[in-house]
C-alpha cells in the first residue's frame, strides 16, 4: 500500500469542508478563515496504553480520538472546526483496516461538524493517533479556561460519571458483566469505548458566563485539582450530589470497590467541570437543558482554600489522596 | 518519570508566546487570535523511517521534526505562528532525552519565532513525534497552494539541491566522505539532519505573486510533479539551470550514481520550488536576495503540456521516471 494512494482513497470519504476552510486536505497546509479566535488542543492515544484492538473496533478507536480531542474543545465552549489526524499504520493493519478506522474519524467529524482538513500517515510499529482539533470563537474572552473560577461560585457538572471506569471494569473483566442487566453493560461499555464530547453543552455553559471549565479526562478528583489549582482557589465536593450513571454501583460493588470511589477517579468521562457565579446558575440549567445534550448537576462550590475535598454522606470529608475510604 | 511532571519541566523551558497567543500549553486549549487566514499542517515521524537514532542526536531529531512542518508553511508563503507537539517516548528514552529532544524543538522554534503552544507526551514503542503547525497571513488568497501555475510562468527554485540526499549517503556510508572536504561532507551531512525551513523565502515569493508554490520533501522530480498535477499543468525542468549543492557530485559519483539523479529523486531538500509570471521574476530574485536566506534560480518553466519532463543537457528529454539515465 503506497502511502499516496491511501491518502487519496481516505480523502474521497472525507465529508464536505465547512465554511472556514477554503483549501482543504492535499497541498501542503490547509488553508482556513478562523473566527475571531480559536483554540487548539492536541491528543495522542497508542495501542496497549490509550485502548486495547482486542476490546474496541477499529471504528471505535479512531472514533474516540477524535473524541478525546473534541472534548478538550467542548471544555473550552469552543465551536468545533477543524481536525488533523496523523495515524501511525503497525504492519498487521492493511488499508481495508485503515479506511475502517478513518470512517469511525470521519463518522464523528460529520456529527459534530468538524472539517478533516489534513493529516499524516506512517508506518510504525504499532498503531497510534495524534489528532490536532481547531476551534473557534468570536473572540478569545468568549473561550472559557481552567482558571477564572472564584469563591463563592457553584461547581456544576454535565452528565452523568462512573460510566467509562465501570465500562473498563466490564471490557477487562466480562464476568462483572452478571451483576447488571445487559443493557446497562452495554451501556457501561460504550461510554468507555465511544465517549461524546460534550460540544453543545460547553458552549451553553460559555454562553452562560462560566468562569472556569474543565473536560473529565483524568476523573473528577484529579481533574478537579487542575482547575482548582488553575484558579487559585479551593474546591468543595458534595458526595451525595454526585450524578452516578446507572449501573455504576453494581458494577463497583462486584469488582469490591466503592462506587464512590471508581466515580471520582475513574477516568474518561469526558463531562465537563465548570464554576459559575450563582447568578447565572439557572440560566446555565436551563440552557444546557435546551440543548437535549444531558442534564447539569449542581456538586459543589469553589472556596476560598486550597485544593479539592470531598464532603461524604455521613459527614466528615475527604481529599482526594484519600478516595479510597469513599463508599 | 510521571507525564504531569515532564510537561511541567518541558514548559518552564518554553520561549515566551508570541503576539498571537492569550493561552499557551497548560490549558485544555490553546488560545491564539489568528490573523485573516491560516495555514495548517502536520507532519509524523518516526525511528527507523524519517530518522535513526543512531545517526541523529535527540536536539537534531526535535529540531527536524518541526522544521520540516514549518517547511509547509514557507511553501504556502505563511507567516509561522504556532506549533503543537505530540511525543511517544520509548521506554529506553528517560527524561533527561526527552528534554534534549525538546530543547531542539525549542531553539528552531525561538530562531523561527513559533510559539510551542501545545502539546501531548505519551509512553509508546519507539520515538515518534507529529507535529502540527499553524501560519497566519492578512487573507487566504494571500496564501499560495499548488494550484495555480499557469502555461508560461517561470519555474524557480530556493537555495540548493541534492545536499540532504548527499547526506543521508553519507550518513548510511561514511567511507564515501573521503571522496569531499570535511567541510563539504559535514555541510551535507547537516543538510540531511539539520534542514531549514525557507520561511522568509517563501514569504518573499508570495509576496512577489508567486502563483504555485511547494517545498521539496520528496524531491524535486515527484514534488514538481504533484505541482503540475495540482495546477493542471505541465512542467519542463532545464537539468543544467539546476543548483547543485557543492559535493553532490563527488558523493554521487563515489555511490556510482548520477549526479543529477540524486538531485532530482533525492528528498529532504526543503527547498521551495514556485511558479510565477515572467514578469514577477525579477522582483522575486530582488526580494528572495534582500532576504539573506539563500539564492533563487530560474530552473524552467511551467508549460500548456501535462507531468514533468527534465531537458538534458546535451538536448533531449527525459520523464521522472526516467531518472536513471540523468548523468
Redesign the interface.
Known sequence: MGEFQLLARLRERLPPPGHRV??GS?????????G???????????DG??FRRETATLSQIGRKALATALS??A??G?EPG?A???V?VPPDLDEDGCLELFDGIAALARETGTTL??????????L?L?V?V??HADA?ER?V???GAEPGDALVLTGEIGAAGAGLLLLERPELAATASPETAERLRLRQLDPTPRLTAGQALAAAGARA???LSDGLGGDAKHLAR?SAAGIRIEAEALPLAPGVAEIAAAADRGRLELAVSGGEDYELLAALAPEHLEAAMHSVAAAGECKLTRVGEVTGGAGVEIRLPGGGTVAPAGFDQLG
Do not use: C, F, K, N
Open positions: 477554503r483549501v492535499g497541498d501542503d497546509a490547509a488553508v482556513t478563515v478562523p475571531g479566535a480559536t483554540a487548539t488542543s492536541v491528543d495522542a492515544l497508542v496504553i490509550h478538550d474543545l471544555a473550552m469552543a477543524e488533523y489526524v496523523v501511525g482538513a489534513g493529516g499524516d500517515v506512517s508506518r510504525g510499529p504499532v497510534s495524534a490536532t481547531v476551534g478569545p473561550l479556561t481552567r482558571a471549565m474543565i473536560d488553575a
